[in-house]
Each structure stands twice: as C-alpha cells, then as structure tokens.
C-alpha cells in the first residue's frame, strides 16, 4: 500500500500570505496520477487538483501544484478567506487507492 | 449536469447491516466507475472499493473486505454498498464518487455523492 503523509497537519496563513502544503509518497508515482481535493466543513470532497499541477474547472489560479516522484506540493500564492478548508492528496497509481491524512487550512 | 444523490442518515444497532444507495443522472451511468470512500469523525478518507457498472467488476480495498460489498442497478442508475456486521467503528460518513477522466487521461473522482452518515450505536 502507499502511503501518503501530508504537513503540516494543520496550519493558519494571514490573507494575502503565501502557502504550501506537502504530500510525501512512500514510493514513487508517475505525477499523472497525483491528485488533491478540498473540503470544507459538512460537504464533500471537490477535486482540486488533477495530475500534480492541473487545476480543476472553477479554482482560482492562485492555487498551483508541483512535484515529482515521492514529493508533491499544493501552493497557494495569495492566501484568500475562502480557501480555509482541509486538502488532501490521493494517488491513483496503485490499489487500494489512498490519501494523505489532511492539512486543514485556516486563516489567521 | 452530473448528480450523486445518496440515501439519508442510517441508525443501526451492533451486528446489524445496512445498504446505502447512491442515484446517478445526468451522465451515462454504466460508462464510469464508481468509488466509495469512507470518512470517520472528521478524520480522513479512506478508499473502500470500486465498481464498474456495465461489467460489475468489483476491486476492494483489503481492509474492506467482508465488510462492504458494492453492487449496482443499471436499470435506475443506483449505485450501493451494503456494510454487514456493524460495529462502532463502522460509525462515519460514506460517500460515493464517480471515477472521472480528467482531459481523458487522468483518473480522479471528479463527483461526489452529499454522503451519507451512519451511526452504529445500541
């Protein structure tokens, strides 16, 4: 099984403060298969990123992804109030499919 | 435009089985796989299986099986699982979610069901 570990696990940016939250992956995945969702309280996951660094229909360009291998990193260059939310990392390169344990976002 | 629309809150006993329903439309149903993941208290996700519906080929998660079995109905669009044998560790949220092709080459679950709570509780 992979496993995915997200840090920080919980954290809190200023507006207009820059973020990044990491995704390491126990083995190396093809970045194609690297995807982050968010989720805020009482709803369902949306996805939000797809393949490392492609951004969803309808999420705002300050919202970015990188990574390689077993590194992968969501960025957020401008921190908005309506991005507090958690973001998980989810691979798709190997069953059972399995996610990162969270970084919940807030705003200071 | 694409809809998950999941059966409503379930309060079960120890021992007991449930089978939560999860209603497709506004897509072809039998042309995409369908997941269900698992989400406890506010903690993370966790994968239970999949299904694909015109085959009804199944792929399970290790920790899942015996505990959940997926199924579907192609005549009303349903996807559901059933969680046999409940304990409180089965108390969490379900959701299911549609395995999407993203530019038609990356596979993620691009929507979600509103998920549906079960409580196991004597």
């Known amino acids: 099984e992979i496993v995915l570990t997200q840090s920080p696990a919980l954290m809190a940016a200023s507006p207009g403060e820059k973020v990044t939250i990491t995704c390491s992956v126990s083995s190396s995945i093809s970045s194609s298969n690297l995807h982050w969702y968010q989720q805020k309280s009482e709803t369902s996951p949306k996805p939000w990123i797809y393949?490392?660094?492609n951004l969803a229909s309808g999420v705002p360009i300050r919202f970015s992804g990188s990574g390689s291998g077993t590194s992968y990193s969501l960025t957020i260059s401008s921190m908005e109030a309506e991005d507090a939310a958690t973001y998980y990392c989810?691979?798709?390169?190997?069953?059972?499919?399995?996610f990162g344990g969270g970084t919940k976002l807030e705003i200071k | 435009e694409v809809q998950l629309q999941q059966s409503g809150p379930e309060l079960e006993k120890p021992g007991a089985s449930v089978k939560i329903s999860c209603k497709a439309s506004?897509?072809?149903?039998?042309?995409?796989?369908m997941n269900w993941v698992k989400q406890s208290n506010g903690k993370s996700l966790e994968w239970i299986g999949n299904i694909d519906p015109y085959y009804g080929g199944t792929r399970y998660n290790q920790n899942f099986k015996g505990k959940a079995t997926l199924t579907v109905d192609k005549s009303s669009s349903t996807a559901y699982m059933q969680l046999t044998s409940l304990t409180s560790e089965d108390s969490a949220v379900y959701y299911c979610a549609r395995r999407g092709d993203f530019d038609g080459y990356y596979y993620a679950m691009d929507y979600w069901g509103q998920g549906t709570s079960v409580t196991v509780s004597s």
């Open positions: 989810q691979q798709w390169s190997t069953y059972p499919l399995t």
């Open positions: 506004g897509y072809s149903f039998t042309d995409y796989n």
């Open positions: 393949g490392t660094s």
